[in-house]
């Protein structure tokens, strides 16, 4: 399988620090995207990534990206109690997408 | 979740039944998607859909069937072959080599 995992597998932090999660992957990719799921909801598209870029910022979220490790980071800077959800990192190879096992991540207010 | 609904949000199968989950999008997308989540667990690809009429199956298809009649439309079916068919199912869709995917609500599915 070329499912990524996520690490950790759960986080726990204060409303206002900022979260960091990391993805690894097995194969050559096309770009890297991360997800955001709710409990219970379908994921939501937060940021991609092509192999080419090193980095990418978007809002309070930051993405990094390191091919000749096959790992990505997510950021979440300034975090909030709505932040509080799954997230997923998903790589394109051909047409389809592999997810990652996730990061449950908790804000507490 | 946008343009793309499933229904229903909840199902209960009783063993050796068939059930069809439905997926429908008016997004105008040519890929369609379902996805298998198992509690804790990653999305798993059961098939996929690029075109109308096409389909090929994902890592996990062993136990499901889908139809592509319609662009709008990529039901799936789950067998009483899916032995271990209790699991959150996800369906997705997205313009043919676009980066992202979009979501539906999703269904969960219960055998009782």
């Known amino acids: 399988s070329q499912q990524g995992e996520e690490d950790p597998q759960a986080l726990s932090i204060q409303e206002g620090e900022n979260a960091t999660m990391n993805c690894s992957y097995k194969?050559?990719?096309?770009?890297l995207q991360w997800y955001r799921q709710n409990s219970g909801r379908g994921l939501v598209h937060l940021i991609l990534?092509?192999?080419?870029?090193r980095e990418k910022h978007s809002g309070r979220l930051r993405v990094t990206l390191d091919t000749s490790k096959k790992s990505s980071s997510l950021l979440i800077t300034a975090s909030r109690a709505a932040d509080t959800a799954s997230y997923f990192c998903?790589?394109?190879?051909?047409?389809?997408?592999?997810f990652g096992t996730g990061t449950s991540l908790t804000v507490i207010p | 979740d946008g343009g793309i609904t499933q229904s229903p949000k909840y199902l209960f199968r009783k063993e050796g039944q068939n059930v069809t989950l439905s997926c429908e999008q008016n997004?105008?997308?040519?890929?369609m998607y379902w996805y298998r989540q198992d509690p804790g667990q990653g999305l798993r690809l059961i098939y996929y859909?690029?075109?109308?009429?096409?389909?090929q199956k994902g890592d996990i298809a062993e136990g499901y069937s889908v139809s592509r009649e319609k662009k709008e439309s990529f039901p799936l079916t789950v067998t009483s072959a899916q032995k271990n068919p209790t699991a959150f199912y996800l369906c997705?869709?997205?313009?043919?080599?676009?980066?992202?995917?979009?979501f539906g609500p999703g269904t969960r599915l219960t055998v009782l």
């Open positions: 998903a790589t394109d190879a051909g047409g389809q997408f592999y």
């Open positions: 194969t050559s990719i096309n770009n």
């Open positions: 990534i092509r192999s080419n870029e």
């Open positions: 997004l105008n997308h040519d890929a």
């Open positions: 859909s690029q075109i109308v009429n096409d389909f």
């Open positions: 997705a869709t997205g313009p043919t080599g676009a980066d992202t995917q979009y």
